[in-house]
């Protein structure tokens, strides 16, 4: 239900993404993509279909679109996120640069954050550092687990 999303288009093996952006997109929410800046930071711009992507540094696509700066994110219902592994503390293992880290620490305590991983890489446990910012919920192709804050322990949402 969200009205408003920040998501990302996937690349590689990553769980595919670009169907959902484009329905996303079809049914009117406001769907922000990521641009990489040279200083470590994300960039948002708005997704207005699969023409207005072209190629950006590190093998990915970005949005064409005005940019609308890095807090951008923080005005999004949901940010979806990508992740090599996510651990039921929420805990990410990303590619390292920390650009995901950096927008994470912008985005305010209600904002639901998801990481979107295969069944396999929702693990037990993954090593973090202090610097990491954990997402709060989890998708994956057999389901969708939110992240408790006081247990830290995933449970399925029906």
């Known amino acids: 239900m969200a009205s408003s999303i920040a998501a990302y288009v996937s ?3 990553e769980p595919g993404t670009k169907s959902l952006l484009f329905a996303l997109w079809k049914r009117g929410s406001y769907v922000l993509l990521p641009v990489v800046r040279k200083d470590g930071e994300l960039d948002w711009a708005s997704y207005e279909g699969p023409e207005s992507l072209q190629a ?4 990915l696509l970005e949005p064409t679109e005005p940019l609308r700066g890095a807090d951008a994110v923080k005005a999004a219902d949901v940010v979806l996120v990508p992740a090599l592994a996510v651990d039921r503390r929420g805990n990410r293992l990303g590619r390292g640069g920390g650009f995901y ?7 305010g305590p209600a904002i639901l954050t998801v990481g979107v991983v295969y069944d396999g ?9 202090p610097h990491d910012v954990p997402v709060r919920a989890v998708v994956t192709p057999s389901g969708f687990h939110r992240l ?6 995933a449970a399925a949402v029906p």
């Open 101 to 107: 880290d950096r927008a994470l620490a912008r985005v």
């Open 121 to 129: 890489e929702f693990l037990d446990e993954i090593p973090a550092e």
């Open 148 to 153: 408790g804050t006081a247990s830290r322990d």
């Open 56 to 59: 950006g540094p590190y093998g």
């Open 11 to 13: 690349v590689g093996n």
